[in-house]
């Protein structure tokens, strides 16, 4: 999976692109870190435009990367959800736990 | 192993094996090996080498090509094809540049070529790069054995994993005539699970639950589903109930990126009447005799393990069916499974797999869609169907009530004897407002009279006569409910919409329920009573409950807790009732005919 971070002012913009699911587990953890550790960010956006698969236990990593945030007071936002991507979080009804656009 | 920039790590000190029958190209050779570091053996002859190969296994050789008897490339055959799992390089020392030569060379296992006389840089160069592959290659297997442990123990694991999931599925119980089910794992153990109990009035409850993971980790989520799933369906509990149960049990004890998408069906045959949960797992499809839709299903709610207990919606969708038909329960592995260009099977391809398809061909056909959906590409996550045949059960397909004979009849008389309470043991409750809102008492109640032994045996029937007696007084008792509004075909719905409502501004009412052990005639007896708060009525002009009432199409009706019990009767303003129930008789949910009359009357009654 590729990534890549960007920071703007108090709103860290996490693109992720490929597969999402249990070999990026690492990976996304690590990712998120410096944007929950920074004092200076409120909010991260998990872009998942170019996401092309997202399975349970992707699913998984956003619960935990939501606890993060709590713990944090941050907020987490998931942007560009489309297709098989949207249609996943759509039956795991997702949008009562995160704000999906 | 991690790419590095420089030169790659080399084995420093190589065994090498010289095969060449010249004294001196051996002596030179010897020389510059030491020189380097390495640690050189030598053979004069082809065959000498082959044996000194068996014997000393070197890490590299060396081999003259022109030698007498056998030369450089038959010793070279010979020695790859001793065949070790090693790869152990092996370089011609050779005049002969001819491409024929070189080509020979290689072709009989032989991996470079020096030509004679042997310079001492380009040996060092030629060594140093093998060096630098056999490192690799070193790594390579040791990274290799360490695999085969750890897959050794996976294995292990795995199966008993296995045995435990199997062991919980209890796949007896799946053998319900109603249910039909499939599973297949995309690894070798699923994260999918199907099970089905019987509540003890006979209504069927189904759950189809797809729980992150594959294979070992699956597993993990399998006992906190399963153990109170069986435990509160045999008490009597609701599907909604069961379902926050299990929510609480994975947010417990499971960490926070583990949950379980859930499908509950509470499937009553008898009252035709469908209840569904649904969270995280595709909606179930309802289908009529031809295989179209009759009905779609919401999927409202989140999967399990994901809200706290205080958040969970217990919310469940009914539905009342007045013809044959199926729910086709499926996990996201049906509906997401992709064939070789990526396009999903889709809930569409569900409906289609199955339309015009009579209803006991419709899994076979579903599954033949998805192989050939699947047109030879592996599944990634586990598939599970379950289907749920709603009909009409008759009496004697499932030990029914009405299939129960009034046995208890024979000890009518006793009524009019005086009932000794021997005070064995009696529990008496009262229920307010408050907690009849939310609280399960039916089962609670059920849960009690289970442990004690005496009336373990006549579960079924208690769980009826409870339910009964509890829901009059609450319904009608305290709601002021009419069943006739049960009638119609929005009436079932009609009818809980104004139970829900009534309940939620219920104030300053209770019920009270009392079980006692009483003896009467030297026979045990169960005293149940129920007393509610409500204005009661005129019990001997009611035509439900009067003692020449019919069982009514709704519900099981005042009667069969008549037949059941040895007396029923009505007290104060009609706002208490009082069953006695004979707890010496044999039980009539189990499959033993029940003894002639004559027989019962000659025992000690």
Redesign the interface.
């Known amino acids: 999976m590729h990534t890549n971070t960007q920071i703007i002012a108090d709103k860290a913009v996490i693109s992720l692109q490929g597969r999402f699911d249990f070999s990026a587990h690492r990976e996304f953890r690590s990712l998120c870190g410096p944007a929950l550790e920074s004092k200076e960010v409120r909010e991260l956006e998990i872009d998942l435009g170019r996401v092309e698969y997202l399975d349970s236990s992707a699913l998984g990593m956003l619960l935990l990367l939501r606890e993060r945030a709590d713990e944090a007071r941050k907020r987490v936002r998931l942007s560009n959800c489309r297709g098989a991507v949207r249609q996943v979080l759509d039956t795991a009804n997702f949008g009562k736990l995160f704000q999906i656009t | 192993m991690m790419l590095q920039a420089g030169p790659a790590p080399a084995l420093t000190s190589m065994k090498v094996l010289l095969v060449d029958d010249s004294q001196e190209t051996v002596l030179i050779a010897t020389k510059f090996l030491r020189k380097m570091g390495h640690q050189p053996s030598v053979a004069r002859s082809g065959a000498e080498g082959l044996r000194v190969f068996a014997a000393e296994r070197p890490d590299l050789v060396l081999m003259d090509v022109v030698m007498p008897e056998m030369d450089g490339y038959e010793a070279a055959a010979r020695i790859k094809a001793i065949g070790t799992d090693r790869w152990v390089p092996l370089v011609f020392l050779t005049a002969k540049t001819e491409d024929e030569a070189v080509a020979r060379g290689i072709e009989v296992g032989g991996d470079d070529y020096l030509i004679k006389p042997i310079s001492f840089v380009t040996l060092k160069a030629k060594l140093d790069a093998f060096a630098r592959m056999l490192h690799m290659q070193r790594q390579l297997e040791q990274k290799s054995a360490e695999l085969e442990v750890y897959y050794r123990a996976s294995e292990d694991e795995q199966h008993v994993a296995g045995h435990l999931m199997n062991q919980l599925v209890r796949a007896d119980s799946l053998r319900d005539p109603l249910l039909e089910h499939w599973i297949e794992p995309a690894h070798n153990l699923s994260g999918d699970l199907v099970a089905a109990a019987r509540t003890p009035a006979g209504v069927l409850h189904v759950l189809l639950a797809?729980g992150?993971?594959h294979g070992l980790a699956a597993s993990l989520n399998v006992l906190p589903v399963v153990d109170p799933f069986y435990a509160m369906t045999a008490r009597g509990h609701g599907v909604a109930a069961i379902a926050r149960e299990i929510n609480g049990k994975i947010k417990r004890w499971l960490?926070?990126?583990?949950?379980v998408?859930a499908t509950f069906i509470a499937l009553d045959p008898r009252e035709r009447m469908i209840e569904v949960w649904t969270?995280?797992?595709?909606p179930p499809l309802l289908l009529d005799r031809q295989g179209r839709s009759m009905h779609e299903f919401s999927?409202?709610?989140?999967?399990l393990g994901?809200l706290s207990q205080a958040s969970f919606d217990m919310h469940t969708e009914r539905l009342r069916y007045d013809q044959d038909c199926q729910l086709i329960l499926c996990s996201?592995g049906a509906v997401?499974a992709e064939n070789p260009d990526g396009t999903?099977f889709g809930r569409k391809g569900l409906a289609d797999a199955m339309r015009d398809v009579p209803p006991e061909k419709r899994l076979d056909c579903l599954k033949l869609a998805l192989n050939k959906h699947f047109a030879g590409r592996c599944a990634?996550?586990d598939i599970s169907v379950a289907i749920v045949n709603c009909g009409q059960e008759t009496a004697h397909q499932r030990r029914e009530p009405d299939a129960w004979t009034g046995a208890a009849d024979a000890v009518a008389d006793v009524a009019a004897a005086r009932l000794a309470a021997d005070g064995e043991w009696s529990v008496r409750t009262c229920i307010t407002a408050r907690e009849l809102r939310y609280l399960d008492t039916v089962p609670m109640l059920l849960g009690l009279l289970k442990q004690v032994r005496s009336a373990r045996a006549h579960s079924a029937e208690l769980s009826v006569i409870l339910a009964e007696l509890f829901n009059n007084a609450l319904d009608h008792g305290l709601l002021k409910l009419d069943s006739s509004l049960k009638r119609g075909p929005e009436g079932m719905e009609n009818f809980l919409e104004m139970r829900r409502r009534r309940l939620a501004q219920l104030r300053d009412a209770s019920i009270e329920i009392g079980l006692e052990s009483v003896t009467a005639g030297n026979r045990p007896m169960l005293r149940i009573w129920v007393k509610d708060t409500g204005a009661g009525f005129d019990y001997n002009e009611h035509p439900a409950v009067g003692p020449d009432a019919e069982a009514r199409p709704h519900g099981r009706g005042i009667t069969l807790v008549r037949r059941l019990c040895a007396t029923v009767d009505y007290h104060g303003c009609g706002n208490v009732v009082c069953a006695l129930y004979d707890l010496a008789q044999r039980p009539q949910a189990q499959d033993i005919p029940a003894p002639p009359r004559a027989a019962l009357a000659d025992c000690d009654a």
Not at chain 2, 255 to 259: A, G, H, M, S, T
């Open positions: 797809d992150t993971g960490p926070v990126e583990r949950f998408a969270g995280g797992n595709p999927n409202p709610h989140l999967p994901v996201d997401e999903q990634h996550d």
